[in-house]
């Protein structure tokens, strides 16, 4: 059974950078999706962005230009960087997986189709 833990979360200021991490393993399949979402209070979890083993990688356009998906396999780990952040950005952040699945005709922004999801990682940008 496959297990994701994510990391990086914190505090910071208007304007400030975080990295996000989430590591993967127990996981068979080489292909595979990992996405970030978020959740806001009172707010439904939205997709940011999403990677696939490839990768070739899928931006929200409300965080492109600030924003950046990357992975190191080697690690089996996909980092989310965060640069100007806003007190909006403020939610908990989610990792999720989806193994075993072709990069073509995926609904990346799509919570149903992950499979399997990290605990998650508060982010609080203040004003």
């Known amino acids: 059974q496959g297990h994701l833990v994510e990391s990086g979360g914190g505090s910071t200021q208007a304007g400030g950078s975080l990295r996000l991490s989430c590591t993967a393993s127990?996981?068979?399949?080489?292909?595979?999706?990992i996405g970030w979402f978020r959740q806001g209070p009172g707010a439904e979890r939205e997709a940011i962005a999403a990677i696939y083993t490839t990768g070739e990688t899928l931006l929200h356009d409300s965080v492109e230009g600030r924003f950046t998906i990357s992975q190191d396999n080697a690690k089996n780990t996909v980092y989310l960087q965060m640069n100007n952040l806003t007190p909006e950005d403020t939610a908990i952040y989610y990792c999720?997986?989806?193994?075993?699945?072709?990069?073509?005709?995926?609904?990346?922004?799509?919570?149903?189709?992950?499979?399997?999801w990290g605990q998650g990682t508060q982010v609080t940008v203040s004003s």
């Open positions: 999720a997986a989806r193994f075993d699945v072709r990069f073509g005709g995926f609904h990346w922004r799509r919570p149903l189709d992950y499979r399997d």
């Open positions: 127990g996981y068979s399949s080489s292909r595979r999706f």
